[in-house]
């Protein structure tokens, strides 16, 4: 009775310990790509989570046996208000680890001013606001997003010259784009190991308790290792979606998104949108941000042939 007489697979991946709740509705980014060219860029920008529609493209994946054929594809409606960028802020590398050492907040600044020979990376502060959206929050979400192209002279130059205005959508990103959407996932609460981690249920009147671990770990060492399944926060957790095709980017006022009846728990999308295929974190009217693609490269980069968008009432 105190024995496992087959071998099983242990319950519950390593990849995404720990399980805590996340600190803020901002997701961390912490890698940003690069790239190339002279030209430089902002590589994220911040939406919010509408709800799902279904597109159907014509198949462009070369050398597959629907090429050329209609595909229907679950796909997330992102709105994407207009970002303000309220400063700059320089880094240097010192000790294995980034560190600020400079913040500029006024508009007109030029790059003589500030200490560039002291830093290495460049990164522009941004704001949005989620009352924009048609949200009730309306404190602005204030985030940092990578600068990238060109030297770091130019990256700052780029950053000076739009604090103060507003940043769109469309200006890095467009349809065809492989992106990368961070965001925090829907919060479940405090959960056992049973629906946490997937462990197996106990036979009938085996133990005190059905719904718990048989043995958290042996007599020696007698300490708990952080392998073992317990019960503790589920969901609430900073997650990635990576390699997110944008199959659609379209202002609301000229080609509506909206379903009949509005998104469930968001609304009427108003302004800019982006339709990107798959799933992305959260529940509707949750923050995320869009990155580009951090892992990868895909050379088809065009714009896929939308032929429908289904814009039927659906339940929330």
Known sequence: MGHRKHSAPRRGSLAYRP?????????????????????PTLLGFPGYKAGTAHVITVDDRAKTPNFGKPLFNISSVLALPDAQVVGLRLYRHENGADRAIADVKQAGQTADKIPLDRANKVAAVVSSVPSDVGLSQKKPMIMEVGVSGGDLKAQAEFVLSLVGKKAKFTDAFKAGMYVDVLGITKGKGYEGPITRFGVKRKQHKSRKTVRAVGVIGPWHPAAVMYTIARAGQMGFHQRT?????????GDASKSPITPQGGFGHFGVVSGDYAVVRGSVPGPASRFVMVR??????????????VIEVSTMARKP
Not at 20 to 29: D, N
Not at 241 to 249: C, D, H
Not at 292 to 305: D, E, L, S, V
């Open 19 to 39: 399980r805590g709740r996340a600190k803020s509705f901002v997701p961390r980014v912490r890698t940003w790509p690069k790239v190339e060219g002279d030209k």
């Open 241 to 249: 979606e990576s390699g997110k095709r944008i199959l659609l980017v």
């Open 292 to 305: 580009m693609r951090a892992r990868g490269f895909t050379k088809n980069q065009n714009p896929p042939q």
